[in-house]
């Protein structure tokens, strides 16, 4: 579905959850957390697509020692707010990870089922170590048993929008979380 009309777009937005300050906030102490804990090694920041660009992108500019990026995609979910509950890989790494510290860089970790499978694939290829940041993580919502090692940010059992998480393709430009109000108008 394209949508244009912007006041029926605006009214799916039922609260914000996270600030645009709240989040500049943890980035920069995560990105300083990194800097300490990676100094000297080689590092690779692995970002799930497509949620998670915008957080990359923040926390990469967060990150004041020499790094390294790159992408994977995982489809998981329809447009829409329910899981279908497999994992495709649909685009993958360039690099040659056992030369890497790598950290992957999470949007959600939601059912945990994309990154348990995307764990798996990478620690197949034998980085030098393997950690997950994620921005925010519904605990509550777990399927497969995964947890981060540094979650930004815990919410609860609330489909979110904005910072680069979708609904339908649409509200990934929000600067801030918001929580996604599906009584108006039904599901995307
Ligand atoms: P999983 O259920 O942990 O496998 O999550 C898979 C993917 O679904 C996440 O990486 C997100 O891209 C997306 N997702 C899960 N929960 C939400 C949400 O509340 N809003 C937007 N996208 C979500
Ligand atoms: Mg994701």
Known sequence: MT???KSSFEKKISRILIT??????????CGEQLSREYEGKPLLLVSVLKGAFIFLADLTR????PCEIGFMAAQSYFSGTSSNG??????DLTQDISKYH???????????RTLSE???????????????????????????????????????????IGYGLDCGEYYRNLPYIAEYDESIGGKE
Request: charged share 30%; aromatic share 4%; net charge negative.
């Open 86 to 91: 497999s994992v495709e890989i649909t685009y």
């Open 3 to 5: 949508v244009t009309d």
């Open 118 to 160: 995307i764990v798996k694939l990478l620690r197949a290829r034998d980085p030098l170590s393997l950690k997950i940041v994620t921005l925010l993580d519904k605990p509550s919502r777990r399927v497969v048993k995964i947890d981060a090692d540094v979650s930004l940010f815990t919410i609860p059992d609330h489909f979110v």
């Open 102 to 112: 790598v950290v992957i860089v999470e949007d959600i970790i939601d059912t945990g």
């Open 62 to 65: 967060a990150v004041t020692i």
């Open 20 to 29: 645009e300050t709240e989040i500049r906030d943890r980035i920069h102490e």
